[in-house]
């Protein structure tokens, strides 16, 4: 017996069907606006790509300023006096009257040799005098004598010459014995062996109760003084520097001395920058052949001593007349190859390469001699953050607010 399908039943199977074709386009239709939403539409003029910020930088204008350019040189410092103190007499040194080191003027006394025996041989040389005075008195009375017997023919002429040579003999013989009072004398004087000038003298090299030699190249080495007030400092320059000193100073060449008074700066070891101010005071007449260099002095006043013989200096020398100029950092100035180039902004905030060419080197700064105006703008930090043509953020400040500045 077959069983039959109810009428409800099959009525129901299209509508079934439809229903899950419509659920399955939904979905699709539902994943693909999901795709175009995370993709985003390229028509779409509102859903632009993010740009990134413009780079901020600090920029300022050139220093514009009259510079000095300076020639620097390395030398030694040197005493304008220096004397080896030497014993002129011998004899026992009795007293070093000097602490080593110490500031001593001329004239004070430093040793003394034992003067006993020299004050000795100064009366010995006073009596011999005394005794030659008394032969002069007695040999000009006998040529009186005689003078009276010959004009009366009472002595023969024979007689009358013996007698005048006699005067004239003992006259002789009383100047000697001054100058040997006058020798012994100086000896006695030269037991106190005092400074020949102003200025520090070094460390006693004979201790008292030792012998020492006097007069001649051997004489005795007991001390030495160095004067401290002024100072020289000796450089070696090159031909083309001389004659550009020579031409500032006024010289011809044909003196060893300038008319002018070109401006030195002096640094020793420990200084930065050169605070001791002087003048050039030689130039040599003459070039070492073996080297091409010209001998220059420079002077300075060391009142307080702090500079002293044979120290290590650092010497500039003054190589124009102040000229005016536009500086810049050097941090400020980039190197294309042998290039040397800075980036200037424009008012537009963009970023334009430009060539540039160096002067002088002025402390922390360069002179540019070409390629920049007074008044642009340059990048002065943040260089690696920009590109030709590229659009910057600019904080915008003056030169002398940077560390240390610019110094001259």
Not at 150 to 165: N, T, V, Y
Not at 168 to 196: D, H
Not at 277 to 287: T, V, W
Request: proline share 6%; net charge neutral; with cysteine.
């Amino acid at each position: 017996m077959n069983k039959e399908t109810p009428i409800a039943a099959v009525s129901q199977r299209p509508n079934l069907r439809r229903g899950a074709r419509q659920h399955r386009l939904s979905g699709l239709s539902a994943l693909v606006a999901l795709m175009m939403i995370g993709c985003g539409n390229p028509a779409d003029p509102g859903a632009k790509s993010a740009q990134p910020p413009s780079p901020a930088v600090k920029i300022a204008r050139p220093w514009a300023q009259d510079v000095t350019e300076w020639d620097e040189y390395t030398g030694r410092i040197e005493a304008v006096s220096s004397v080896d103190v030497r014993a002129r007499v011998s004899g026992y040194l009795e007293k070093v009257n000097f602490k080593a080191g110490a500031k001593v003027k001329k004239g004070d006394l430093l040793f003394l040799i034992d003067p006993k025996p020299f004050s000795a041989q100064l009366q010995y040389a006073e009596a011999e005098l005394e005794r030659a005075k008394a032969k002069r008195e007695l040999a000009q009375n006998d040529l009186e004598r005689a003078e009276r017997l010959f004009s009366g023919k009472a002595i023969s002429e024979e007689e009358h010459d013996a007698r005048s040579k006699g005067s004239r003999e003992a006259v002789a013989a009383v100047q000697s014995a001054e100058a040997n009072v006058y020798t012994a004398r100086l000896n006695l004087e030269f037991t106190k062996i005092r400074a020949p000038i102003d200025g520090r003298i070094g460390r006693e090299l004979i201790t008292e109760g030792n012998l020492v030699g006097g007069g001649g190249a051997d004489a005795t080495r007991l001390t030495f003084i160095v004067s401290i007030d002024p100072v020289y400092v000796y450089v070696d320059a090159d031909e083309r520097s001389a004659l550009k000193y020579r031409r500032q100073s006024g010289q011809d060449g044909s003196s060893g001395t300038s008319s002018g008074q070109t401006p030195v700066q002096l640094a020793v070891a420990d200084e930065a920058g050169f605070p001791h101010e002087g003048h050039l005071n030689y130039i040599s007449p003459r070039e070492d052949t073996t080297t091409g260099t010209v001998t220059l002095r420079g002077e300075f006043p060391n009142p307080d001593g702090l500079l002293s013989p044979g120290f290590f200096a650092r010497m500039r020398v003054r190589g124009n007349a102040p000229y005016p100029a536009i500086l810049l950092p050097d941090k400020a100035i980039a190197t294309d190859q042998a290039q040397r180039f800075v980036w200037v902004v424009n008012s537009e905030n963009q970023v334009e390469y430009r060539k540039v060419f160096l002067g002088a080197h002025i402390g922390q700064s360069q002179v540019i001699t070409q390629g920049l105006k007074s008044d642009e703008w340059v990048v002065i930090e943040g260089l690696q953050k920009v590109r030709p043509g590229g659009k910057v953020n600019p904080e915008r400040i003056s030169l002398a607010e940077l560390q240390g500045g610019l110094r001259r």
